[in-house]
Every structure is written in structure tokens, then in C-alpha cells.
């Protein structure tokens, strides 16, 4: 998935998409403490379907870490595995999001869907 090469027509849309995935990590921002514990993301290092997955992390990680660097973002890699965020929230409860087959603003909206409503 590295050595693609993108017509002008898609590197334009995948810009735009990273700029709208981009908007709703800043409203996550330092969101994430208030109401969880911990944001796990599971995906596969190699199927298409978590492909936008992988794009989300590589593009916004950093972003949301610096916005939290005191709050776990776990990132778990597995070979087949489904691509899908977890939140746990206190005394334990958890809630999770199917992240397979979306793009990276999809997947931005699915984690602040897990913020926004424990």
C-alpha cells in the first residue's frame, strides 16, 4: 500500500478527506480524558479493509497524541484481524465501532461517536 501512485483527481479527493478527518480530530482534541480511560484501535497490517484505518493512524496519530499525551491510544496490529475502535470508560465499561472498509474521515467520525456518547 506504500508505492501507490494516486491521479491527480484522487490525490485531490485524498486531501480533502485528510483535511475533513483532519477538523474533526481538532474537535476531538483533549476531549478523549473527560469521559474514557483508554481508546484501543485494532486493525490488520495488510488487508484492504482496514486500509483507511491504517491512513487515519499514519495521518492523525500524532495529532491526537500531542492533543493527549498523558492518555493511552493503543494501536494493535494482527494479521485478519477486523479493524475496529474500542473505548473503555470507568468501572470498566467498553463499547466498540466497526472501522472495517471506511476511509479515514469515516474513521475519525467513528472514534468521535465513542467520545461523545459513553
Not at 495488510?46 to 492518555?71: C, M, W
Not at 477486523?82 to 463499547?95: I, L, V
Request: hydrophobic letters at 40%.
Amino acid at each position: 500500500w506504500w508505492g501507490r501512485s494516486w491521479g491527480a483527481g484522487q490525490a485531490e479527493g485524498r486531501k480533502m478527506a485528510a483535511a475533513a478527518a483532519g477538523a474533526v480530530v481538532r474537535g476531538i482534541g483533549s476531549k478523549l480524558s473527560q469521559n474514557l480511560r483508554e481508546v484501543r484501535i485494532h486493525l490488520c497490517q495488510s488487508s484492504a479493509a482496514s486500509q483507511g484505518t491504517r491512513d487515519f493512524i499514519e495521518q492523525h496519530y500524532v495529532a491526537l497524541k500531542k492533543a493527549n499525551p498523558e492518555f493511552p491510544i493503543l494501536i494493535r496490529e494482527c494479521a485478519g484481524v477486523q479493524s475496529k475502535a474500542w473505548a473503555r470508560y470507568e468501572f470498566g465499561r467498553e463499547r466498540n465501532v466497526p472501522l472495517d472498509n471506511l476511509n479515514p474521515e469515516q474513521v475519525a467520525k467513528a472514534l468521535e461517536s465513542l467520545i461523545t456518547k459513553p
